[in-house]
């Protein structure tokens, strides 16, 4: 798809989200299954799987709009996590059933793989840890080392014996374990098995980017709204240069976001090269993983200082949006995890070449090219 499809991808889902109404499912609500049914039937969980596959043939242009369209309505539906999948599953050329079965990705995965007798499937004996929307998955897959490498398997979630549990956004983030269940399995690329947790954390910094700016618009429109003293919060000096400090982490955030969804497409299309040194994005979605990661502590804080009391309550919505920012910080690396990653991408590299090889990468080397 091109930019412009990008787009109106984006806009068709601003639509769709904005005339649901209410997309933040509740505990009590569970699935959303119509919304679910609209979004397979747009395509969307085959964004990324390539055309000569059966699916969209989409570009991660596309996937950031769609990402940040979810955080932006804080959309309760595992989307990213099977098109994720998805994508996954069409590199190590492993057939899924259609897109209407909802499925995800556990990057926590512990157990083993048995070999089973003829040409009977093998069978895996292990426990998936927080499997997003676990409970309401058709399958699962997981990727597991072997002594011959590795393995990426698609497991029955109906064969699993389930222990639920939840992020502190409420999302489903389930517990499954298996017992001799009979997978599908075939060979994973090891940079691809190593670098699930860069893919996780790509997209989590495209839905935080979108919650944020979302987060902010809110907060600006009430400090515009509520009036104290006779006049307008937002017109207290006070108020104001907490409203600009958020814009400018919010703005951060989705320059970030852009660098690192770039960075990794030029990477997907093979100009390797043009990603900086090591020939991957890692470097650039450690950055802006971290960056949001940061962010998060100064929206959520703003936000809620500006609405003021009601904005704790169950039936406003803000927390919607700062809950899952809270949650997502932790997920798919901390800011513990990504500091340390660059930090020693840095000190592996070399002091002398930390200039080079930062100017090497994202925009600066998109405009050398």
Avoid at 142 to 158: D, K, M, N, S
Avoid at 249 to 254: H, I, L, M, Q, S
Avoid at 272 to 287: K, L, P, T, V, W
């Amino acid at each position: 798809m091109s930019n412009e499809q990008s787009r109106l991808l984006a806009d068709t889902l601003t639509r769709l989200f904005r005339d649901q109404g209410k997309t933040q499912a509740a505990l009590s609500e569970g699935w959303n299954q119509g919304l679910w049914q609209q979004l397979e039937q747009m395509g969307l969980p085959l964004l990324l799987v390539p055309e000569e596959q059966g699916g969209a043939g989409g570009t991660l242009d596309d996937a950031l709009a769609v990402a940040m369209a979810l955080g932006a309505f804080a959309v309760a539906l595992p989307l990213g996590e099977a098109m994720l999948a998805r994508c996954v599953a069409a590199r190590c050329g492993l057939a899924l059933p259609e897109a209407a079965a909802p499925v995800a990705l556990a990057t926590t995965a512990t157990g083993m793989l048995e070999a089973a007798a003829g040409d009977a499937p093998p069978r895996f004996t292990g426990t998936l840890h927080g499997v997003p929307w676990g409970r309401h998955l058709h399958q699962v897959l997981a990727v597991i080392e072997e002594a011959g490498g590795w393995r990426l398997l698609a497991l029955p979630v109906a064969a699993a014996s389930c222990r639920p549990a939840h992020n502190p956004a409420g999302e489903p983030r389930d517990r499954l374990q298996f017992d001799q269940v009979p997978a599908l399995a075939v060979p994973c690329p090891a940079p691809l098995a190593q670098g699930l947790v860069y893919v996780g954390a790509l997209w989590r910094v495209g839905q935080m980017a979108g919650a944020m700016r979302t987060l902010l618009q809110r907060t600006v429109d009430h400090a515009r709204d509520r009036v104290q003293f006779g006049k307008p919060i937002g017109s207290f000096q006070a108020i104001q240069q907490q409203l600009a400090l958020f814009g400018a982490e919010v703005a951060a955030v989705g320059c970030a976001a852009q660098a690192a969804f770039r960075s990794a497409a030029r990477v997907t299309v093979g100009s390797a090269a043009r990603a900086g040194a090591g020939g991957d994005a890692h470097f650039e979605i450690a950055a802006a993983k971290l960056r949001a990661n940061l962010a998060v502590e100064t929206a959520t804080a703003v936000a809620h200082q500006v609405h003021g009391a009601i904005g704790f309550t169950r039936e406003h919505d803000l927390h919607h949006f700062t809950r899952r920012l809270l949650a997502w910080r932790s997920e798919f690396g901390s800011d513990r995890h990504w500091s340390e990653a660059l930090g020693q991408a840095v000190i592996s590299r070399g002091v002398d070449t930390f200039w080079a090889d930062l100017t090497a990468r994202g925009d600066a080397a998109a405009i050398a090219a």
